[in-house]
């Protein structure tokens, strides 16, 4: 099947070399995925798991990681402090474990949607069960059991054009081959040629962020040519999902679009059931509720979302301030499942920006300022009216790059990336620290 599937599509690789790798694992990855199955749709435990980390962190499970030096000695879970983005994205090393080789890790990166992308190591375990297990649980978990079985499984979505097209299957075949199919704003070609993929092999699900599915879904509707087959499901995450998008997706494609809340750090922590609910992972996540002053708030009360996992022992995060908004939610709910629920989510929202033409185009396209120019320490950019963005960037300390020719660069590559005529006003400012930053906004 991959030998088939290379030879008709020569643009996506196979690196066997890493598939290789995951069979030394396959044991490990099995017993994640009955551990999850056990625990969210069995008669899970008590759910215990700030004592469970506790307890690991006591018997040295931190010890390699600068940050959390001492952590071992503390009685109480709540006597670790709080730790954020921020604090990571200043000094990512502490939170990297000294003990392993970076040449035995992978490394993944945050998606930028509120400060610059932030580096991400993971072990191969951890790796392994976000590339092969994810979807397979959102399937199972959702309903959608025979999903894995269809020969494609996954044609997974990316707007990283640092990145290639690829192919990875799982070394026990329970699940189909999931595609890696990269999409770019500037070659809307791309789009279409996923639509193509989508419509030849007929895969189980589709999966992106909501900005590239809401392009994905505004290009369909341009190209009646393709006779999109129905899905099992589509998967949303990333980003919040709005409702409008939500319709607009099941309408077009003919299945559930559904939402799941993860993060880079963590992997998939909230997992969808039938009735709409968002259902904690309690095989690898603890999550509190936190007010604006730090105190761990009860069942039902939105506050903001505190993540602990040590499932990535190469950077693990202890009560990680997420800067999402959330409650728990601990009843029992009507799909079955005893696991905790996140009910009120309010995750970040990334709309995409509407083109006078009508266009709509992901703003997480200019993610990739932060590496044309380095001397960029963060940016901003509004959409104020359907012809003109507003473009706000705050400079490096110390850097050489004169204000005026950084506002002239910028210009020009967002102009030019754009692809029609609009207006866009930059201007160089110095962000407050103390309110929630989004870097995408629109106000149309």
């Known amino acids: 099947m991959i030998g088939r599937f290379l030879h008709a599509h020569p643009g996506f690789s196979f690196d066997v070399e890493e598939f290789v790798l995951s069979t030394k694992y396959v044991s490990d990855l099995q017993r994640r995925y009955v551990a999850f199955l056990h625990e969210m749709t069995g008669e899970p435990s008590d759910w215990s798991g700030g004592r469970l980390i506790l307890d690991e962190v006591q ?11 001492g952590y071992k000695y503390t009685r109480d879970f709540s006597e670790w402090p709080f730790t954020d983005k921020s604090a990571v994205r ?9 003990n392993l080789s970076r040449t035995d890790l992978f490394l993944k990166t945050t998606t930028g949607s509120s400060g610059p992308p932030v580096p991400i190591w993971h072990t191969a375990p951890f790796y392994f069960d976000g590339l092969l297990l994810t979807l397979r649980k959102i399937a ?25 097209q690829f192919i990875a299957a799982d070394p026990v075949k329970e699940v189909g081959i999931y595609v890696r199919a990269i999409v770019d704003e500037q ?14 092999l007929e895969p189980a699900c589709i999966s992106s962020k909501p900005s590239i599915l809401e392009s ?27 409702a409008g998008l939500q319709v607009r997706l099941e309408e077009t494609f003919g299945t559930r679009a559904i939402e799941a809340y993860g993060m880079t750090e963590f992997g998939v ?21 936190i007010d604006s002053e730090g105190k761990v708030l009860p069942d039902g009360q939105l506050g903001e979302l505190v993540v602990s996992s040590l499932s990535n022992r190469a950077m693990p995060f202890l009560r990680y301030k997420t800067g999402d908004l959330g409650a728990l939610e601990t009843a029992n709910c009507a799909c079955g499942s005893l696991a905790p629920r996140l009910m009120k989510l309010s995750g970040r929202i990334i709309r995409c920006l509407q083109l006078p033409s009508g266009r709509f185009f992901p703003p997480t396209y200019f993610n990739d300022l932060f590496v044309r120019f380095p001397c960029l320490k963060e940016f901003q950019i509004t959409q104020i009216a359907r012809n003109t963005l507003e473009i706000l960037l705050e400079p490096q300390s110390g850097t050489t790059v004169p204000n005026n020719e950084l506002v002239d660069q910028v210009h020009l590559y967002v102009r030019d990336s754009l692809g029609e005529p609009m207006s866009v006003h930059v201007r160089v400012v110095t962000f407050r620290k103390d309110c929630k930053f989004e870097r995408f906004r629109t106000n149309f």
């Open 59 to 69: 018997r040295g499970a931190c010890d390699w990681v600068p940050a959390y030096q």
């Open 90 to 98: 200043s000094c990512p090393e502490e939170y990297l474990a000294v």
């Open 140 to 164: 199972f978990f959702w309903g959608a059991k025979e999903a894995p079985t269809r020969p494609i499984f996954c044609i997974s979505l990316s707007d990283d054009r640092a990145k290639q």
């Open 187 to 200: 070659r809307l070609e791309t789009y279409d040629h996923v639509l193509a993929l989508i419509n030849e």
């Open 216 to 242: 994905l879904v505004e290009r369909a509707v341009l190209k009646p040519q393709f006779s999109l087959r129905p899905l099992d499901f589509i998967v949303s995450s990333g980003a919040k999902l709005e």
């Open 269 to 289: 922590v909230g997992y969808p059931c039938r009735q709409g609910a968002l259902h904690v992972d309690m095989t690898s996540t603890f999550i509190e509720v």
